[in-house]
């Protein structure tokens, strides 16, 4: 190749320097420039669909094109796996939970990846454990039902969507604070065979998250809802007291679902999505289609908050996981 003439060096020079101006796709200053992915780590028509794809129809006028994927497997984990190796150029985010972040790296021996490689954005809901029983159980708080517990041990069983699961934590955190109670978890694949089952008697207890189903079956009788594990009574659900409420203060815990991205992402991309987040969040219906499902809908989230909140999920869980020995599953 010919040497460049002085016309021609001071000509590319000239246009390096334009080109070097320009940003790049994929940077903070001109993102988003192209669609962005949401992951849900779980099959689709789930829980994770019910919370992401209503987030992603509202982010056409906030931050453009975007759209889900579905990556299911080994509990959340694939899915999760797969954005954590993903670039941080805030086109690749994931729809986590306390399990996905919090549990499956505490309760892996060796994880695919870590809490601290993700960076918390938004939480876009919360939700609620409850604790609901049989009708045959005679309680009608918890106060009653260690009571009862502890005169017939050995004889109640309480069902959950799986060993690890934030209900089996909960579950088996319940039985410590009561006095080592002496009730048989029974793990599930999912929460409604438990239903199913605690409706026909075949065991007394479920601790599963409120559903507007759950609490149809409360209002007809066919199982009796005591007690929810948030600091605060739902809106949605005004009558049924707190664990706290009934006298076990240390008991609390809040599900939620939200929004985190590669942990190298830069701040400004995180700020943008957390703004359009919080613009969508503030609209009445999104928050009436979260509360119609069960879910608290949090419009007051950013990342600081959200990351506190995710810490805080770590540390009440870590001692109960280590407790029971679920650090290697």
Do not use: C
Not at 177 to 201: E, F
Not at 235 to 240: C, E, N, T, Y
């Amino acid at each position: 190749m010919p040497p460049l003439s002085r016309r021609q060096f001071v000509n590319a020079a000239a246009f390096a320097a334009t080109l070097a101006g320009i940003p790049r796709s994929g940077s903070a200053a001109d993102y988003p420039s192209r669609p962005i992915r949401l992951v849900i780590p779980y099959g689709a028509g789930g829980s994770g669909d019910e919370i992401g794809r209503p987030w992603v129809d509202r982010m056409s006028s906030q931050l453009g094109p975007t759209f889900v994927e579905n990556i299911g497997g080994a509990g959340g984990a694939i899915g999760t796996t797969a954005v954590a190796r993903d670039a941080a150029d805030g086109y690749s985010l994931l729809l986590g939970n306390g399990s996905t972040q919090v549990i499956i790296p505490l309760t892996t021996a060796n994880p695919s990846y870590s809490a601290g490689d993700f960076r918390a954005i938004y939480r876009l809901i919360s939700s609620a454990l409850v604790f609901a029983t049989h009708p045959s159980v005679p309680a009608t708080n918890l106060k009653e039902l260690i009571a009862y517990a502890k005169v017939h041990p050995g004889t109640m069983s309480y069902g959950t969507p799986g060993i690890g699961t934030g209900n089996h934590l909960v579950g088996e955190l319940f039985k410590q604070q009561a006095g080592a109670l002496d009730i048989v978890h029974v793990p599930y694949r999912g929460i409604a065979q438990a239903t199913n089952d605690l409706v026909s008697g075949q065991i007394s207890l479920i601790i599963a998250v409120m559903s507007v189903q759950l609490q149809q079956l409360g209002q007809a009788g066919k199982i009796r809802l005591l007690a929810v594990t948030p600091d605060k009574r739902l809106s949605g659900a005004p009558d049924i007291p707190t664990a706290i409420e009934s006298g076990m203060p240390d008991l609390r815990y809040e599900g939620w679902f939200g929004l985190f991205a590669p942990k190298m992402t830069d701040d400004a991309i995180i700020d943008r999505i957390a703004q359009a987040t919080r613009a969508a969040m503030a609209d009445p219906a999104l928050q009436a289609n979260y509360r119609a499902q069960g879910m608290e809908p949090d419009s007051d989230s950013n990342p600081d908050k959200f990351q506190r909140i995710v810490d805080a999920t770590s540390a009440s869980l870590a001692p109960v996981i280590k407790s029971i020995g679920l650090q290697s599953l």
